[in-house]
């Protein structure tokens, strides 16, 4: 029995839930704002939440956020951490999970206190477009320069929250950053308008599907 | 993106503790740029975001409209040499290289190099997760593709100049190497971006500093890069780039967690010497027991003749040098050698002594002269004493002035002083460049006000600060004379302007100015030597000790000289001072020696003092002289008041610059290294 409806991501219709972050001098992740999401191959047929350029099916594996936890559901050969697995399975931090033939991601939770969880590619794959990761946005995504942020940005002297607040997002920060001509600085962050700050600069895209 | 899943565990929470090489990067800027997120700057290229940015300017990712994925390198200075550059290597082809797509013009007619976009870690990230360096295969499987890269721009006659693991990156299992066939004195700049940090030096080679940029260059840095992959750090490493540069210069590498052969592949790639060096990296690898990569296609390239996996046939020194713009130091010169005094009285005297050896000068002849020379020696010894003894005080000093000088002209051999900035060419000189790289790397590195304006200082031209300088030792004199003159009127009253006053006060006035001048010249000359640069105060402190002892040497001899025959000083004692008790020297070299160690005396002709003349800083010169006085009261009150006037003297006579003028010179040198980072284009 599978605990994803296999038509979910693309039932939805308002596609506002996948997001393209431009972060100036760090890398482009993807932000994944649903419970559940669906991972396949890259082809314009098929419409998954993270499409990557692999031999895998079009729709390889789901994932679903459950309360704190992770749970992956294969819809096609999937292993975890080289473990064959035929039902959902409960995903860890720092498990690999690998699809079909050698596509290998990488599954992490880097933050006690945030449920969002981070996906990268370890093998040579990528996908389309292009992303140095996915994060699957759950209640806050945290970046900055230490290594238990979901997004690592080196060069940045401080730490930036970026969180859900009903149907917008949000974002706190210790200095000030700015959208616009907008002289009050950010809270609520409007899409597709470059935020910056005295070290932060970036912008959040809406992806449409391949 | 990393293909091993060695490679992965990095994630871990509380992982954040980083390498030896993430320690030595000094705290990064903020990172701006210029295009945000959508802007399309070039038609037909939409920016996603700003990468990068280097001393060229600002490196940016970007999608076509068809979604292609490019980098875009925006060049924002030295754009002729820079576009000359990636002309040059536009349609080099190898799969180690990122590739260079076109070259584009935007409508404000800022230039844009399109290349291939990398994914991925640079090898610079790998090493810090691996501070204990790599595993051995993947290091020799990073290097074979490096080095083989390297080899082909090698073949291609073009010297890479700035490999770093910085510019190696890790492109989905492909090792890429960019950054190539750009001008590399840029790579510093006080804009640092992801690609600049002190550990540019690192991998440096010696003769850079002398202007040298043959492939031996690259081979260093192919050296010091796998010892890193081994080890986990880079062989020279230091607090500054001063400090590193030092090291490649004369240290010795330790070897010694290194096991063979990579120990003597890496001694023999770090010879200090680039013609005793591995001549190149196709050799390096062969050391190694490793092949040339070609890439995917390597067995089929393999069936042609391939010029790159021949032995790169010896150029002749000469025209190594001459490609490479190598400049042969100049042999170093006795201070006589040139001297125009010393060549009159070397020509005369061999005039003379031809004269005297020539078979045409008769016997009688010689018995005469020599006759009437001994004669005129004895009979006039009186008279010549004085005045060869006045002549050899002269002589000495002018020497000694001329030595200084020169000490600034000769940088290299002086050490890290600044150099002109005249060569051959129209290039710049190179060592002119290097000090502008190590003042522009200080400023980088303290932003602070003070010592972007020290920097400053360093670029001014030699002419001019030796003009300073024997304008402030006239200067000097003419305030020493004043000075103590005053001083003189205001202890003695009117009785100073008497004309008796020339036999009573003369001698001790004398004595007076010219222990102030004494002292003032020699603190002058020293912080004239000082004053482009901060320093180690304890060398320095020393360095003025000593000088205070030579002061207290001549305020011992001075009576003596001002009155031979008359030790006892009679004509210097007076209602003025009092010379004449002036007592051991010992104590006299104990009190100048301590004068001059404890107050910064070299502050007080920096430039960059605060105020012209400060009555307070002068008050503590006085006060500290006071104190000392206390255990040699004999010296009360003359040496206190010596030391006032020196102190007095010295902010008087250095040259003084006033805000205005120190931002305007700031400004200008920051143009100039904006302008002049480029050394040329290869």
Not at chain 1, 10 to 28: A, E, F, K, T
Not at chain 2, 238 to 253: C, F, N, R, V, Y
Not at chain 2, 291 to 318: C, L, M, N, T, Y
Not at chain 2, 424 to 449: F, T, V
């Amino acid at each position: 029995m599978s605990i994803v409806e296999p038509n979910y991501a693309y039932q939805r219709g308002n596609v506002s839930d996948r997001l393209q972050m431009w972060i100036d001098g760090v890398g482009g992740y993807t932000l994944l704002l649903a419970d559940r999401i669906n991972i396949g191959q890259a082809m314009a047929s098929a419409q998954v939440d993270i499409p990557i350029m692999g031999d895998i099916s079009r729709r390889h594996a789901a994932i679903k956020r459950s309360g704190d936890e992770y749970i992956v559901d294969p819809l096609s050969e999937v292993k975890i951490n080289d473990q064959a697995i035929v039902g959902p399975a409960l995903l860890k931090h720092g498990n690999v999970v690998t699809l079909g033939r050698g596509v290998k991601l990488q599954f992490t939770q880097p933050h006690p206190l945030s449920t969002s969880a981070v996906l990268r590619i370890v093998s040579r794959h990528r996908t389309e477009p292009a992303c140095d990761g996915v994060v699957l946005l759950a209640d806050s995504l945290l970046m900055g320069p230490k290594a238990n942020n979901h997004i690592v940005c080196p060069n940045w002297q401080q730490d930036l929250v970026v969180y859900r607040y009903g149907s917008r997002l949000q974002l706190k920060s210790k200095t000030p950053l700015y959208q616009s001509d907008s002289t009050q600085p950010v809270t609520s962050i409007k899409i597709g308008d470059t935020v910056q700050g005295e070290e932060i600069s970036f912008c959040l895209e809406r992806l449409t599907r391949a | 993106m990393n293909q091993s899943a060695a490679t992965i565990p990095s994630e871990n929470p509380g992982d954040d503790e980083v390498g030896p090489a993430k320690q030595a990067k000094p705290k990064e800027s903020p990172m701006r740029f210029t295009y945000k997120t959508g802007s399309t700057p070039l038609d037909g290229y939409t920016i996603k975001r700003g990468v990068g940015a280097g001393g060229f300017g600002e490196v940016y990712y970007a999608t076509t409209d068809s979604g292609k994925e490019v980098a875009l390198k925006h060049i924002q200075r030295n754009l002729e040499i820079e576009m000359r550059g990636a002309k040059h290597c536009l349609n080099l082809k190898h799969p180690h290289l990122v590739s260079l797509y076109d070259i584009r013009y935007d409508n404000e007619g800022e230039g844009w190099i399109v290349m291939e976009y990398v994914h991925g870690d640079s090898l610079q990230d790998v090493i810090e997760r691996h501070p204990g360096g790599l595993p051995v295969q993947d290091a020799l499987s990073w290097f074979k593709a490096i080095a083989s890269a390297v080899n082909y721009l090698h073949d291609h006659g073009i010297v890479h100049r700035d490999l770093k693991p910085g510019n190696i990156f890790n492109d989905q299992g492909t090792v890429k190497i960019g950054d190539y066939g750009l001008s590399k004195f840029i790579s510093v700049s006080r804009r640092s971006g992801q690609t600049e940090s002190v550990g540019t030096f690192h991998y440096m080679a010696p003769e850079i500093g002398k202007g040298r940029y043959g492939r031996e260059i690259d081979v260093y840095a192919l050296g010091i890069i796998l010892f890193e992959m081994l080890t986990g750090r880079v062989p020279f490493e230091g607090e500054s780039s001063q400090e590193i540069i030092m090291k490649h210069l004369t240290a010795a590498p330790d070897l010694g967690d290194l096991g063979e052969p990579y120990r003597s592949v890496v001694a023999a790639a770090l010879e200090k010497d680039p013609d005793k060096r591995t001549s190149s990296a196709e050799e390096m690898l062969q050391q190694l027991g490793l092949q040339e990569s070609d890439g995917f296609v390597s067995a089929v390239v393999a069936s042609e003749p391939e010029p790159a996996s021949q032995p790169a046939p010896k150029q002749p020194q000469s025209e190594v040098k001459a490609k490479v713009g190598y400049i042969e130091p100049p042999a170093p010169k006795s201070s006589l050698d040139d001297e125009p005094i010393a060549q009159t009285v070397s020509s005369i005297t061999q005039k003379f002594s031809d004269w005297w050896n020539h078979d045409n000068t008769s016997l009688p002849i010689k018995v005469i002269v020599l006759g009437a020379i001994a004669f005129g020696v004895v009979s006039y010894l009186p008279l010549i004493f004085p005045l060869v003894f006045v002549g050899g005080v002269f002589y000495a000093t002018y020497l000694l002035v001329r030595q200084v000088i020169r000490l600034f002209q000769d940088g290299p051999q002086g050490g890290n002083a600044p150099a002109r900035t005249t060569g051959s060419s129209d290039r710049y000189h190179p060592e002119a460049m290097k000090s502008k790289y190590i003042a522009s790397e200080n400023a980088a590195w303290q932003p602070r006000r003070k010592d972007r304006e020290r920097a400053a200082l360093s670029a001014r031209s030699m002419h001019q600060r030796i003009k300073e300088l024997i304008g402030s030792l006239i200067a000097s004199g003419i305030v020493a004379v004043l000075v103590s003159f005053v001083l003189m009127l205001i202890s003695v009253g009117d009785e100073a302007i008497q004309l008796t006053s020339l036999v009573t006060l003369g001698p001790a006035f004398i004595f007076f100015t010219g222990l102030t001048v004494a002292a003032s010249w020699s603190v002058l000359i020293i912080s004239k030597r000082w004053e482009d640069q901060g320093g180690d105060q304890v060398a320095r402190r020393l360095v003025m000790a000593m000088l205070g002892i030579v002061v207290g040497l001549v305020a011992w001899f001075g009576p003596l000289l001002l009155v031979p025959g008359n030790a006892s000083g009679t004509a210097l004692s007076s209602t003025w001072f009092n010379v004449a008790s002036h007592g051991s020297m010992g104590g006299l070299l104990m009190f100048f020696g301590l004068v001059f160690l404890v107050p910064r005396w070299w502050k007080l002709a920096d430039p960059l003092r605060s105020t012209w003349l400060s009555i307070w800083t002068t008050g503590v010169y006085v006060a500290w002289a006071a104190i000392l006085t206390t255990f040699w009261p004999y010296l009360q009150p003359w040496a206190i008041m010596v030391v006032g006037t020196m102190a007095a003297t010295i902010q008087l006579s250095a040259p003084w610059f006033s805000q205005e003028r120190r931002d305007q010179q700031r400004r200008r040198y920051e143009q100039e290294m904006k302008e002049t980072t480029a050394g040329e284009s290869s």
